[in-house]
């Protein structure tokens, strides 16, 4: 959601054949006891799992119709990848201006960084691609930004630390400001390979 909602939320863009492809550390995967989830089954491995139908797909859809005000389908797949933790997430989409003018990179990542710039742990890198071992251990999200003119594709990559910014650190932010603590209270120690 965080790679998308510049986009989706600005009335001056449209978006369509949106496709998310986001790689997971073993522990996003969940709990359950399968071999491809064991040492032994992940070690030295790669691939898909839920390609059809995953259960986050319907979640991803709803928030991208409050953002934008319409329905857009999307095409989710995840991966594991032989880490703990970590997601790397590239988002793939059509942009189309709703006028005439042209769309530069410079502009799209001018509209991400407005548009998250009052946000604490949101990280935009321009064209620089983020690499997972930047945010394990932090509850930041660094986004990085291609908008490719010669075939109207937006590349957004975005890495989180499932741990952390997606789960246990989330939680602490959304607890600070419900008791109107600082945002970052306890959240801004370095990262583990700081």
Do not use: W
Not at 64 to 92: A, E, M, Q, W
């Amino acid at each position: 959601m965080l790679a998308a909602a510049p986009v989706l939320s600005d009335k001056d863009y449209t978006i369509s054949n949106v496709i998310i492809d986001s790689k997971s550390g073993v522990s996003g995967a969940g709990r359950k006891l399968k071999n491809e989830y064991l040492y032994c089954g992940i070690n030295e491995n790669f691939f898909a799992y839920s390609a059809l139908k995953h259960r986050h797909t319907g979640e991803i859809e709803q928030e991208f119709k409050n953002l934008s005000g319409r329905d857009i389908k999307v095409c989710f797949t995840p991966h594991l990848l032989p880490v703990s933790r970590g997601i790397f997430t590239s988002v793939y989409c059509n942009v189309t201006r709703n006028s005439k003018n042209k769309i530069s990179n410079e502009e799209i990542i001018d509209m991400y960084q407005d548009y998250y710039k009052d946000c604490q742990f949101i990280r935009i890198l321009g064209e620089k691609i983020p690499q997972l071992k930047d945010v394990t251990g932090t509850n930041y999200c660094q986004l990085g930004i291609a908008y490719d003119d010669r075939t109207a594709v937006l590349k957004v990559f975005s890495i989180i630390d499932n741990l952390l910014k997606g789960a246990a650190g989330q939680a602490v932010q959304n607890m600070n400001l419900i008791f109107n603590f600082n945002e970052g209270e306890a959240l801004n120690g370095q990262g583990i390979f700081s």
